[in-house]
T-cell receptor, first 111, second 115 residues
Framework: SQQGEEDPQALSIQEGENATMNCSYK?????LQWYRQNSGRGLVHLIL?????REKHSGRLRVTLDTSKKSSSLLITASRAADTASYFC???????????FGKGTRLSVIA | DVKVTQSSRYLVKRTGEKVFLECVQD?????MFWYRQDPGLGLRLIYF???????EKGDIPEGYSVSREKKERFSLILESASTNQTSMYLC??????????????FGPGTRLTVT
């Protein structure tokens, strides 16, 4: 069952621009995580935000969480060609339960 | 550095063959997972395990089984491979954390083609 749904499905921007991806989910969560996947490879964890947090930063990444709207956004500032990848949000409902992944946003950064 | 390794990057098998996909992690993680990834469908959970000799069905367990005899190793078995099992298979591991699991660490994936 997929809970998270990313929007847009695909995004194409110029190098140096900011990229924003959104994730909506359906039920209450313990935390929400963002992952990146380069073409044909495994996923790499980017950032985790807990349900009692509203914003987190990591380098050029900024993640927000709005539990009242059941949504999260991932902002990548000053994008680079190397940021070209698929980005997935994953939610953790409660306890030691598996992550539930969305279908991802495919980001293309054009040099 | 956490490492999750998968036995093959690419695999080609014939319909009806028994297929073993191996996954090994070196972080002493309790949790291990098998996903398949298909275009337009995202990641779908096949099976997972929270401890040795323990297994739980995920969203799409039909046609698959798993084995976890040692904490670091989680095997996915296709009893009789079919063409609709052609896919990218991803293994992951995580620590259960405190109250909720921490991030998952993924292997590089095995692209399986069944002909």
């Amino acid at each position: 069952s997929q809970q998270g749904e990313e929007d847009p499905q695909a995004l194409s921007i110029q190098e140096g621009e900011n990229a924003t991806m959104n994730c909506s989910y359906k039920t209450s969560i313990n935390n929400l995580q963002w992952y990146r996947q380069n073409s044909g490879r495994g996923l790499v964890h980017l950032i985790l935000i807990r349900s009692n947090e509203r914003e987190k930063h990591s380098g050029r990444l900024r993640v927000t969480l709005d539990t009242s709207k059941k949504s999260s956004s991932l902002l990548i500032t000053a994008s680079r060609a190397a940021d070209t990848a698929s980005y997935f949000c994953a939610t953790v409902l409660s306890g030691n339960t598996p992550l539930v992944f969305g279908k991802g946003t495919r980001l293309s950064v054009i040099a | 550095d956490v490492k999750v390794t998968q036995s093959s990057r690419y695999l080609v098998k014939r319909t009806g063959e028994k297929v073993f996909l191996e996954c090994v992690q070196d972080m002493d993680h309790e949790n291990m997972f098998w996903y398949r990834q298909d275009p337009g469908l995202g990641l779908r959970l096949i099976y997972f395990s929270y401890d040795v000799k323990m297994k739980e069905k995920g969203d799409i367990p039909e046609g698959y089984s798993v084995s976890r005899e040692k904490k670091e190793r989680f095997s996915l078995i296709l009893e009789s491979a079919s063409t609709n099992q052609t896919s990218m298979y991803l293994c992951a591991s995580s620590s259960p954390g405190q109250g909720a699991p921490y991030e998952q660490y993924f292997g590089p994936g095995t692209r399986l083609t069944v002909t």
